[in-house]
């Protein structure tokens, strides 16, 4: 399953990290740093928002919907988590209008909080839709939704902003294409749950299993948003849209590969230890775990030395530089901040450990705060960028330590040590190539850390990778053969 998964959701997460660079490319572009900055600070209460009142229903429909599957009740756990969405949803506008009126923002930013607020509601029940077609199995389906979204969402609000409606524009587009997207594949999904009953008990256990999960996610969103806030309260706008220009560029470079491998990894896991117990489980971790570090060490390490080129290619001219300075400490931040969340937090849901779950995260996002308020006001982005990475090794420390007491995931120490073995040379040689500038240094570089790394990758073998590609070509020539 994790295997069909990965080629199934490939043209989701191409889509989405093409989109993604687009993003940055056109409203840093088409947006001044100040609103680009408000953009952030709306986009960061939005997930912020999202995440405190919807996540816990979309982590119980990922968890519990294939053994409801298998047990013949599909209809009840849907209707059950569907009408404790529908009670959130009805008190959610009410609760939104009176935060933006009260919130003591300027009017551009409650414009575009209140445009982020207004999607959530759309973005949140088709996440609904989209976790129930990924456990069981449905890819194709699944990975249209992604894409449509995601290229619909960025074309709508580019128009906007194009048409100068400032910070709100991205939220805009967002808002559109999720509602528009709802229309589309709610019907089917309201099928599925014809006959169902309300069941309180399962309501219980879903949201005792949810809400850590969610109060978590909140604490990982601390971690990552935090800095925004304390940058925009002590230096303004225009240094968080600086920042947030360089913390996305390789925050979601870095996330093309982990949510590609997360939407495949985590239903496949589920599969194994309902299927085939801890055996299985332990199997299909190790194969994804070393898949994982195998791709996203060298990507991490890669960004930082491609940084400079990358922004000054892909940012806006008054953005470029600052943004070419924070994303190496991103770039580290961000290999620490995907594993863990993407591997090593599945040992609290595999458990149902969730309440440990939160305990892990508990620690690095207090810590993250406490640096921010500390290191920002004195050193600028500097501070943050620095109190971004430190806090999310901090949270792999904690989430790796508590995460053995819910479930015993293999940790890939030896792909993990070859893997970092087959960097050096990158790093050796990616520095001394001639700056020619733009893309054609991009892509000199680019390739020829691609080149070193796959080299010294096979001649280590890290991840198996030498014996895996043997195996194959053994395959090929019988198959040939025969």
């Known amino acids: 399953m994790f295997w069909r998964g990965v080629l199934g959701y490939l043209p989701v997460n191409l889509a989405q990290g093409l989109v993604g660079l687009l993003t940055i490319v056109v409203f840093t572009r088409l947006l001044s740093p100040a609103d680009y900055g408000v953009y952030a600070l709306a986009y960061s209460a939005m997930v912020l928002a999202h995440t405190a009142l919807f996540t816990w229903t979309e982590a119980a429909m990922a968890r519990f919907q294939a053994q409801a599957r298998q047990k013949g009740e599909t209809a009840d756990h849907m209707l059950t988590l569907y009408r404790a969405w529908s009670v959130l949803g009805l008190g959610f506008p009410l609760l939104a209008a009176a935060a933006v009126w009260l ?223 924070v994303i190496p400490w991103i770039a580290v931040g961000g290999f620490f901040s995907g594993v863990t969340t993407y591997y090593l937090h599945q040992a609290f849901t595999l458990g149902r450990r969730t309440g440990l779950l939160l305990a892990a995260m508990t620690f690095p996002a207090a810590l993250n705060l406490a640096l921010n308020l500390i290191l920002a006001p004195r050193f600028g982005m500097d501070g943050a960028m620095w109190a971004t990475a430190i806090s999310y090794a901090a949270g792999a420390c904690a989430s790796w330590f508590l995460g053995r007491k819910a479930m015993r995931l293999p940790l890939p120490v030896n792909t993990l040590a070859r893997a970092g073995a087959a960097c050096i040379p990158m790093i050796l040689v990616v520095p001394v190539l001639p700056a020619v500038g733009g893309l054609a240094e991009l892509l000199l570089k680019a390739a020829a850390g691609a080149a070193v790394y796959g080299v010294a990758a096979w001649l280590l073998d890290a991840g198996g990778l030498r014996t895996h590609g043997r195996t194959l070509i053994q395959t090929f020539r019988a198959r040939t053969a025969g």
């Open 103 to 325: 919130a003591p923002i300027h009017s551009p930013l409650k414009i575009a909080v209140s445009a982020g607020l207004a999607a959530i509601l759309f973005r949140s029940a088709i996440k609904l839709v989209q976790e129930r077609r990924r456990a069981d199995g449905e890819v194709g389906s699944a990975a249209a939704i992604d894409v449509t979204q995601t290229v619909g969402g960025f074309a709508v609000g580019a128009v906007l902003a194009a048409m100068g409606l400032g910070g709100a524009s991205p939220l805009l587009g967002l808002a559109a294409i999720s509602a528009i997207s709802l229309a589309w594949v709610l019907p089917g999904e309201l099928k599925l749950i014809r006959g169902g009953r309300w069941q309180p008990a399962r309501a219980r256990t879903y949201a005792a299993y949810g809400v850590p999960v969610s109060l978590s996610l909140i604490l990982s969103l601390v971690i990552a948003s935090t800095d925004r806030f304390v940058l925009g309260g002590f230096l303004g706008e225009a240094s968080v849209g600086v920042y947030h220009a360089g913390y996305s560029l390789a925050n979601r470079t870095q996330d093309v590969i982990f949510v590609w491998l997360g939407m495949a990894g985590g239903p496949a896991m589920v599969s194994a230890l309902e299927r085939g117990g801890m055996t299985a489980l332990v199997r299909t971790a190790r194969e994804q775990a070393s898949f994982m570090v195998l791709l996203t060490l060298p990507a991490a390490v890669g960004l930082a030395l491609v940084a400079g080129p990358l922004a000054r290619l892909l940012v806006g001219p008054a953005m470029a530089e600052g943004a070419a300075h």
